[in-house]
């Protein structure tokens, strides 16, 4: 008889029954030695301290990965609103680009105006610096899939390697280095094909 797992041990008799039957049930306990009781009892430790082990080992790895997912709840929690305010950031810059280009002779309004506008914009990006999104050029670089999508392809201008963006509708934005929102190019076409 294992005696390791304690659903195998005899079941002890209540003190109701005969005490004929209660020496039958202590015969086979007897029987054994006690060394053999001590190797099993030994065992039994064994495999109740591999059961703790584990048992700790996965309390350790729920630790872990929860105060990873609360890490990254806190970071990018949020995400959606970055990505609206990004949206007003990108149309700021649109209504800058719809200006006139600036003049010696332009009314005095107009500049004020720009300058103001050009104000606005740098402290808009500079909070959201501050909160961890970051506006990434693409211009002149090479394509990257993780930041960029493709909008078009044209063959390449003198000088421009292929694969190269040559024009930016949009600049690619990150949340904590995290892609928010992709940017639009405008990518150099490989060699005649």
């Known amino acids: 008889m294992d005696m390791s797992d304690p659903a195998e041990m005899p079941p002890v008799p209540p003190a109701a029954e005969d005490a004929p039957a209660a020496q039958d049930n202590a015969a086979p ?32 790895n729920l630790r872990t990965r929860t105060q990873r997912e609360v890490a990254d709840a806190r970071q ?17 810059r649109r209504g800058l680009d719809a200006l006139p280009p600036q003049a010696e002779d332009e009314p005095a309004i107009v500049t004020k105006l720009r300058e103001g506008f050009e ?3 740098r402290s808009f990006l500079g909070v959201l610096e501050r909160n961890g999104i970051a506006r990434r050029e693409a211009q002149g670089q090479p394509f990257d899939p993780e930041f960029h999508q493709a909008m078009a392809e044209q063959p390449a201008p003198e000088g421009v390697a ?13 949340l904590n ?16 094909g």
């Open 119 to 121: 104000g606005v914009e």
């Open 29 to 60: 306990a007897a029987a054994t030695t006690p060394e053999e009781r001590i190797a099993a009892l030994e065992a039994e430790v064994a495999q109740v301290r591999e059961r703790w082990l584990r048992a700790e080992a996965e309390m350790q």
């Open 177 to 192: 280095g995290r892609l928010l929102k992709p940017a639009m190019v405008v990518v150099a076409a490989g060699g005649a």
């Open 76 to 92: 990018y929690a949020i995400q959606k609103f970055a990505g609206d305010v990004v949206e007003a950031a990108q149309n700021l």
């Open 162 to 174: 292929p694969g190269t963006v040559i024009q930016a509708w949009t600049p690619a934005w990150t």
